[in-house]
C-alpha cells in the first residue's frame, strides 16, 4: 500500500512523519511565480522567503536529508515549468540555500503538479516523508502572498484529502515558524529503561546491638554488590559484599534505634530493603571491686564478642593504662598497673566504643627487696623479693652515679643469686615491674675487703631473721610446708620426668628425699619445708638438675635445666630417626639469655615452636624438615636481635647452629610506585619505624608503604599500624600483602589474625611470595613504647 503525501499552501508537511523516531527525508518546494515579487509590510515576498528558509536550514542537524523543487522559476505562463534542483541527501542544507537565493521569478502557480513530483523524488511510498510547499497563491491564480479566507481554505483541503495539514503564514514571522515546524525532526521519543532486577532480603524484625545478623537474599547476585544496613539518616554504618555465603553475617552496631537492610546492586541502586530495629544488649563485666596495684585480676564478660573488642582499664584522665582483648577465654586476665587509686573498666566494642563501665579501685601493694648493706667485689649476693611477680618483673642491679645496668634476672625465682661487679662503689638493687617502672629499690656497697656473707632473709623480714639453715626440724610442723612448683627446661621436647628432691646436708630438715613414682611432661606441684634442696628430673637418656631454695611467701616456681653432664645420652648422643631435625641454637656473638622463636616458612605442616621464657646458652629443639625462619629477641623485650632463615633435612644427630644478628637492614625506596622502604639483599632485612613503633623482617625482594595510624572521624586512633607490602618485581600484578587494611574485598584473598592485628593477601599468590607471607606474618611487632626511638 502506497503511503499518502502531504502538501499545503504556505506550508504543509505529511503527517506520518511526525510518528518516526528520525527525522523524515523532506523537500521544500519552492514557489518560484511572479506573484511572489508582491509586498507584505513594505519587502517582496521573495525576500521573506529567501531568508527565511536560510534562517531556518541553519537550525537544523546534519544528518536530515533535504532536498529543493522549484516551479515557475524559468519561464513565464508555463504550467509545466517544475525542476528538482537539490535531490533529497544529507549535508544538502548549504547548497539549498544558495539555490533558492538564486532562483528567479517568473512563471504560474502549478501547485498539484509541483508537490506530485516532490513525491515521487521522496520515494512517498517506501518511508516516511515531508513536502513542505512554500507559496503565495492558488493554482493559475496569483494573489498577495497572505491567502484570504476562502483561498486558504482551497490550499487547507488539498493538505487534508492527502494526509497533511495547513499552516497559514501570513508575515515573515509567521512563514519562519511554519517552515521550523514541518522542516525541523521532531525529538527521538526515549528508549524505554529495561525493568530493575529484583531482589529479597530475610531477616529478624529487631537484633541486639552489637550482635552477629544473618541476612538471607535472593538476588541476581552481581560483582560488587553488597547488602548494606543504613541508619535513620540514610547514611551507610555496615555493610557485607555478596558472595557464596547465604545468609550473610553483618556485624551491627551499638546504637539502639531503627536502621534498613538494603540490597545494593552494583548497576542498579537499591533493589530491595527491609527494616530493622537494632535493640539493647546484655553486656556485662564481673571484677572485683579493688584489687592490689599490680596485681593480675580475671574478668568474667557477656558481651558482642565481636572482632577487636577489648577490655581496657582506664585512669582518673580516662586514658588506657591497660587492655586485654575479647577472644576465646572468658574470665580474661588483665594486668593492673602499679599505680593504687581509682581506675574504670569498660568493655570497648570494636576497640572504640565504651558500651559497659565499672568502677575497679587499686590498693597499695606489697613490694620489697632484701639484701646485705655490703657486699665484696666478685662475689655472689643473694637477693629475696615481694612483688606482683608479673611476666616481664625483673630485678636489676645498676651503678647508683648513672643508673648503668650491671646485670638483671627475672623474679620466677626466689630468692636470686647475683655476682657483683669488680669495681668497687655505691650500686642499687631495682625491682622493674613489666620491665618498664621501678616499684622498689635496694642499695648496695661494693667493696674490695672481704665481707661475711648474709643469708637473705624472706621481704619483710630484717637480716637478723633465720635462714633455713637454722632451723630446727623437730620444730617443724605440715603447717610450715610452702608449695613448690617444678618444670623441665625441655622447650618442646615432651619427655616423661621423674621428679626427685634432697634437703642439701646441714641444715635442720628432715633428712627424707621426696620422689615421684611416675613420669610427666608436665609441670609437677609438691610442698616442702623451706631450705635448699638438690632437685633431679630423670627422662631416662636425659637428665635435668639443679639446686634450688625454697622460701616462706615466695614464688616457688623453679625451671630446672638440662644437666648434659649427668645425661645418659652425652652431648652427642645419636637422636632416633624419626624424620625430625634436632636444632640446638645459640646467639652470635655470645649474648645473656635470649627467647628463642622457629616458624615454618616453606609451607610444611608444623606449627612454630618457640623457648617459652628466656634462655641462657645453647637452646634445643625438633622440627619437620624444611625452610624456617629463627629469630631470637632479649629477655627485656625488644626488636629480633638473631636471625636465620634456613632449609633443614633430616638427620639423626643434633645441628648446632650459631645464629648471627640480622646481616641487612632495608633501605629507604625513595617514593618509587608509593613505597617507603625496601629489601634487596638476599635474606629478610630488618626494619623498625621509629614513627608508629612497628618492626619486621621485610622479606627479600619486597617492599613497603610508610606504616600510619589510622584515626576514625571522631578522633578515635586504632590500636596498631596499618601499611601495603609489594614485591618490588615490574610484573608483580595485583600481588599485595596488607597490614590492617581499612576495607579488605573478601574477594581479593584471605585474611588471617596475626598478633598485631589482621593480615591480608591476594590470591593466587605463588610460592615465594606466600614464603614472604609467612615472614611477614611470623616477625611483624608493634611496640608504641618505642615510639620516636
Not at 524 to 540: I, K
Request: hydrophobic share 40%; aromatic share 6%; proline share 8%.
Amino acid at each position: 500500500m502506497r503511503r499518502p503525501f502531504a502538501y499545503a499552501a504556505a506550508a504543509m508537511l505529511l503527517s506520518v512523519g511526525l510518528a518516526q523516531a528520525e527525522a523524515p527525508r523532506t523537500i521544500i518546494v519552492m514557489d518560484g511565480s511572479g506573484s511572489m515579487w508582491g509586498q507584505i509590510d513594505g519587502r517582496t515576498k521573495l525576500d521573506i522567503a529567501r531568508e527565511t528558509v536560510a534562517k531556518v536550514l541553519g537550525t537544523l542537524p546534519a544528518d536530515q536529508e533535504l532536498g529543493l523543487m522549484a516551479y515557475g522559476h524559468r519561464s513565464k505562463g508555463d504550467c509545466r515549468d517544475i525542476e528538482l534542483m537539490v535531490a533529497p541527501a544529507k549535508g544538502t542544507a548549504g547548497k539549498i540555500g544558495e539555490r533558492v537565493a538564486a532562483m528567479r521569478f517568473l512563471g504560474k502557480t502549478p501547485l498539484s503538479e509541483a508537490v506530485r513530483q516532490a513525491a515521487e523524488a521522496l520515494r512517498y511510498g517506501e518511508e516516511a516523508a515531508t513536502v513542505v510547499l512554500i507559496t503565495d497563491g492558488l493554482e493559475t491564480h496569483v494573489i498577495g502572498f497572505g491567502l484570504t479566507k476562502a483561498e486558504g481554505a482551497q490550499v487547507a483541503c488539498l493538505a487534508e484529502n492527502t494526509g497533511g495539514r495547513y499552516i497559514e503564514a501570513s508575515n515573515a514571522n509567521a512563514l519562519r515558524d511554519a517552515l521550523a515546524a514541518t522542516v525541523a525532526a521532531p525529538a527521538p521519543p526515549p528508549a524505554p529503561k529495561p525493568a530493575p532486577p529484583t531482589a529479597t532480603l530475610s531477616a529478624p524484625d529487631s537484633a541486639p546491638a552489637g550482635s552477629v545478623l544473618a541476612v538471607g537474599f535472593t538476588a541476581p547476585k552481581g560483582q560488587f554488590d553488597y547488602i548494606h544496613l543504613l541508619n535513620a539518616k540514610g547514611e551507610r554504618v555496615a555493610e557485607a559484599a555478596v558472595g557464596s555465603t547465604n545468609p550473610l553475617s553483618l556485624r551491627l552496631p551499638f546504637e539502639l534505634g531503627k536502621y534498613e537492610l538494603a540490597y545494593s546492586s552494583h548497576a542498579d541502586g537499591i533493589i530491595a530493603r527491609r527494616p530493622l530495629t537494632v535493640t539493647e544488649a546484655a553486656v556485662m563485666l564481673n571484677a572485683p571491686d579493688s584489687a592490689p596495684a599490680g596485681s593480675l585480676i580475671e574478668i568474667g564478660w557477656t558481651g558482642p564478642a565481636a572482632q577487636h573488642d577489648y577490655i581496657k582499664l582506664l585512669d582518673a584522665k580516662g586514658e588506657r593504662v591497660a587492655e586485654a582483648a575479647i577472644g576465646g577465654d572468658n574470665p580474661v586476665r588483665l594486668r593492673l598497673p602499679f599505680t593504687p587509686g581509682g581506675f574504670t573498666l569498660v568493655y570497648a566494642f570494636k576497640n572504640a566504643e565504651a558500651i559497659f563501665s565499672r568502677p575497679i579501685s587499686l590498693t597499695e601493694a606489697k613490694v620489697a627487696l632484701t639484701a646485705p648493706d655490703r657486699a665484696q667485689v666478685g662475689s655472689e649476693v643473694v637477693v629475696a623479693w615481694e612483688g606482683p611477680a608479673a611476666t616481664y618483673d625483673n630485678i636489676q642491679l645498676v651503678r647508683a652515679s648513672d643508673g648503668e645496668r650491671i646485670t638483671y634476672d627475672y623474679v620466677k625465682d626466689q630468692p636470686l643469686t647475683f655476682r657483683m661487679p669488680n669495681e668497687p662503689g655505691r650500686y642499687e638493687f631495682r625491682y622493674v615491674f613489666e620491665d618498664a617502672e621501678v616499684i622498689a629499690r635496694r642499695p648496695i656497697d661494693v667493696v674490695l675487703e672481704k665481707v661475711e656473707a648474709v643469708p637473705a632473709a624472706p621481704p619483710g623480714r630484717t637480716q637478723a631473721a633465720r635462714t633455713p639453715a637454722s632451723q630446727d626440724s623437730a620444730a617443724l610442723t605440715p603447717r610450715d610446708l610452702v608449695p613448690v612448683t617444678l618444670q623441665a627446661d625441655m622447650g618442646t621436647m615432651g619427655f616423661n620426668v621423674v621428679w626427685s628432691a634432697t634437703p642439701v646436708p646441714g641444715q635442720k630438715l628432715p633428712p627424707e628425699a621426696w620422689a615421684m613414682n611416675e613420669g610427666t611432661a608436665d609441670p609437677v606441684e609438691a610442698e616442702f619445708f623451706p631450705g635448699q634442696y638438690d632437685v633431679v628430673g630423670d627422662a631416662g637418656d636425659n637428665v635435668f638438675a639443679r639446686r634450688i631454695t625454697v622460701v616462706t611467701g615466695g614464688a616457688n616456681r623453679f625451671v630446672i635445666p638440662y644437666a648434659r653432664e649427668r645425661s645418659p645420652a652425652g652431648e652427642d648422643a645419636p637422636r632416633a630417626d624419626d624424620g625430625l631435625v634436632t636444632l640446638r641454637l645459640a646467639g652470635v656473638p655470645e649474648s645473656g639469655a635470649v627467647r628463642w622463636f622457629a616458624f615454618p616458612i616453606g609451607g610444611q605442616d608444623a606449627l612454630a615452636v618457640a623457648s617459652g621464657d628466656a634462655v641462657r646458652g645453647p637452646w634445643e629443639t625438633r622440627i619437620e624438615p624444611g625452610l624456617w625462619l629463627l629469630t631470637g629477641k632479649p629477655a627485656d623485650g625488644g626488636a629480633i636481635a638473631h636471625m636465620a632463615l634456613e632449609p633443614f633435612s633430616p638427620s639423626p644427630s643434633p645441628l648446632d647452629l650459631a645464629v648471627p644478628k640480622p646481616a641487612h637492614a632495608a633501605r629507604k625506596a625513595g617514593g618509587a610506585d608509593g613505597l617507603d622502604s625496601a629489601c634487596d639483599a638476599p635474606k629478610p632485612c630488618l626494619h623498625r619505624d621509629s614513627a608508629t613503633g612497628l618492626s619486621l623482617l621485610l622479606p627479600s625482594g619486597w617492599g613497603m608503604e610508610a606504616a600510619l595510624v589510622m584515626e576514625t572521624a571522631a578522633g578515635v586512633t586504632a590500636r596498631h599500624p596499618s601499611t601495603v607490602f609489594l614485591p618490588l618485581r615490574p610484573d608483580r600484578n595485583e600481588t599485595m600483602i596488607a597490614l590492617n587494611t581499612r576495607q579488605w574485598d573478601a574477594k581479593l584473598g584471605p585474611c588471617e589474625d596475626i598478633a598485631i592485628g589482621r593480615l591480608c593477601r591476594t590470591e593466587p599468590m605463588n610460592e615465594a611470595d606466600r614464603q614472604a607471607y609467612r615472614i611477614l606474618a611470623a616477625t611483624l611487632d608493634h611496640d608504641f613504647t618505642r615510639v620516636g626511638k
